[in-house]
């Protein structure tokens, strides 16, 4: 058999049509996956989500309780258990403007499973034609679980639209996939302290 270098689009092309055999594509694999990892390095220069390292000893004496950090700028929150074995770290959305950012230090105060919304008076101010309630359910903007904080109005929570992830979409809170906030629910505990950055 003759050895060929094919392009991607070619093996693209070919695959795509039924054309390259298993024995062929397998042949092929080392050449494509070089040329996929050297596209890679020439185009992508930063995370699009401009994730940043955190460190917990930079902001907490101990990890008492656990520790978690949420960064407004990079729009993510980060975990660390209290015997530090684990530390985690989900894409969120954040403040949509400094006038809703709050810094500082605070804690979990409450956990709430499927929590209903009450829409803050200043949101309300806002859009008065916002519902005055929301119970639990897929159009929820807490999603399926908050942890509340020490300040009034201030939540890590849910979200009912994956599209605000990673955006500037919220009016204090830190909003996280469902599925992620659900593992950091079930590891933090009331008394784990916070700091917002």
Known sequence: MRNT????????????GGLVSLSASTSL??????EIEADAATRVRRNTMAFRTV???DHFDSLRHGAIICDSDSRAVHFWSQDEATYLVFPCS???TEEFTRRGRTEIVLKRMHPTWIPTPSMRQR???L???VHPGPDNPLGTRALNLSWQY???HGI???AKIGRRASNGCFGLYNHHVEQLYDLVRVGTQVVVL
């Open 5 to 16: 270098i094919l392009n991607r689009r070619q093996v693209m092309t070919l695959a795509g």
């Open 29 to 34: 694999a080392q050449s494509f996956v070089g």
């Open 55 to 57: 460190q917990w000893r």
């Open 94 to 96: 954040g403040p949509m």
């Open 127 to 129: 859009d008065p034609t």
């Open 131 to 133: 519902p005055a309630i």
């Open 154 to 156: 201030y939540r890590i």
């Open 160 to 162: 009912d639209n994956v």
